[in-house]
């Protein structure tokens, strides 16, 4: 069965600390891996996709990597402001476009 | 920017009523979706449609059905709404595999 598992479910960190937030997939065959932001109230709102032959992609202070032998990928993200509070969904996709979304990590940033 | 517009951001409905949730994007997206989410559930896709008038079965389509009569409209449609059906509903368009999915900002729907 495809499962997405991410970790923490909840994280506390301080304004201007860095985080890291794991995602370990058992989806196959792989096509691609997202990081979604999602506000309070919001949709999700994409921050990286990577397909198979990539493993590090960037977009501002958020760096997501991907090691697709160990089907694990990580969300970093840098110097972390209020606003960076959210839920952190990972997804991944088969070549179907059928995707399995993970339950998501939600993140607060206090000052 | 691509947008996806959901009519209603809340809706509180009775049980046994026909309720229709309405969906638009303007970016001439092939793919449209509808999910819900829920408390420790994640997203879970019920429909979702790759053409005008094609439709697909998600994993939880039982008691939903949908309607692509236009390239940019998909709607979601509960035949007869149940309090189980009670959730936030997210629309998402996408172009082609490999890209991004775009969602709307939700229909969270209350049934009494």
């Known amino acids: 069965k495809n499962q997405v598992e991410q970790s923490p479910q909840s994280l506390i960190i301080l304004e201007g600390k860095n985080c890291t937030l794991q995602?370990?997939?058992?989806?196959?065959?792989?096509?691609?891996l997202r990081w979604y932001k999602q506000d309070t109230g919001r949709g999700p709102v994409s921050l990286t996709i990577?397909?198979?032959?990539?493993n590090t992609k960037s977009n501002g202070r958020y760096t997501a990597t991907l090691d697709a032998d160990t089907k694990q990928s990580s969300l970093h993200i840098t110097a972390s402001q209020l606003s960076d509070s959210a839920s952190y969904i990972c997804?991944?996709?088969?070549?179907?476009?059928?995707?399995?979304f993970g339950d998501g990590t939600t993140l607060t940033v206090k000052p | 920017d691509v947008k996806v517009t959901q009519s209603s951001r809340y809706l509180v409905k009775r049980t046994g009523e026909k309720v229709f949730l309405e969906c638009v994007q303007d970016?001439?997206?092939?793919?449209m979706f509808w999910y819900r989410q829920d408390p420790g559930l994640g997203l879970r896709l019920i429909y979702f449609?790759?053409?005008?008038?094609?439709?697909e079965k998600g994993d939880i389509p039982e008691g939903y059905s949908v309607s692509r009569e236009k390239k940019e409209r998909f709607s979601l449609i509960l035949e007869s709404a149940s309090t189980n059906q009670t959730s936030m509903y997210l629309c998402?368009?996408?172009?082609?595999?490999?890209?991004?999915?775009?969602f709307g900002d939700g229909t969270r729907l209350s049934i009494l």
């Open positions: 449609s790759y053409d005008v008038k094609m439709k």
């Open positions: 998402a368009s996408m172009d082609r595999t490999n890209q991004p999915q775009h």
């Open positions: 995602c370990n997939y058992t989806v196959s065959p792989f096509s691609n």
């Open positions: 970016m001439d997206h092939e793919n």
């Open positions: 990577m397909t198979f032959s990539e």
């Open positions: 997804v991944v996709s088969g070549p179907a476009g059928k995707s399995t």
